[in-house]
């Protein structure tokens, strides 16, 4: 009786590790080469990007995450022109967020409250 209620606890709590799942929701900043980059998740699902060009001004780009298949697609406008990108991310082991847009890698630090 003991060793089938240690097993049934133990496979209750592997189903809840996997079923609660990693929340990506937070702010997450990247800085370098007179660029800032911040990118804002919620709901595990919505992506806004605000990119600081020092020499070029600010622009805003919105869209998407896909958790299970780990891609993020922005949309939105870039010196009056119209930009759609489309890429994949992953976490660091550090808790860090690597994205990767049309071949640019991006490291992004996650921002402490």
């Given at each position: 009786?003991?060793?089938?209620?240690?097993?049934?606890?133990?496979?209750?709590?592997?189903?809840?590790?996997?079923?609660?799942?990693?929340?990506?929701?937070?702010?997450?900043?990247?800085?370098?080469?007179?660029?800032?980059?911040?990118?804002?998740?919620?709901?595990?699902?919505?992506?806004?990007?605000?990119?600081?060009?020092?020499?070029?001004?600010?622009?805003?780009?919105?869209?998407?995450?896909?958790?299970?298949?780990?891609?993020?697609?922005?949309?939105?406008?870039?010196?009056?022109?119209?930009v759609d990108l489309e890429?994949?991310?992953?976490?660091?082991?550090?808790?860090?967020?690597?994205?990767?847009?049309?071949?640019?890698?991006?490291?992004?630090?996650?921002?402490?409250?």
């Amino acid at each position: 009786m003991r060793k089938k209620l240690l097993a049934i606890l133990f496979f209750l709590s592997i189903f809840c590790l996997v079923a609660c799942g990693r929340s990506i929701n937070g702010t997450y900043i990247q800085r370098g080469d007179g660029i800032q980059r911040q990118l804002s998740i919620s709901d595990n699902k919505t992506a806004k990007m605000k990119i600081k060009n020092f020499l070029f001004g600010t622009y805003h780009l919105k869209g998407t995450i896909n958790q299970q298949k780990k891609e993020i697609h922005l949309k939105g406008e870039k010196w009056g022109a119209s930009v759609d990108l489309e890429g994949t991310y992953d976490f660091t082991d550090k808790g860090n967020l690597v994205v990767t847009l049309e071949g640019e890698t991006i490291s992004f630090e996650r921002e402490e409250k």
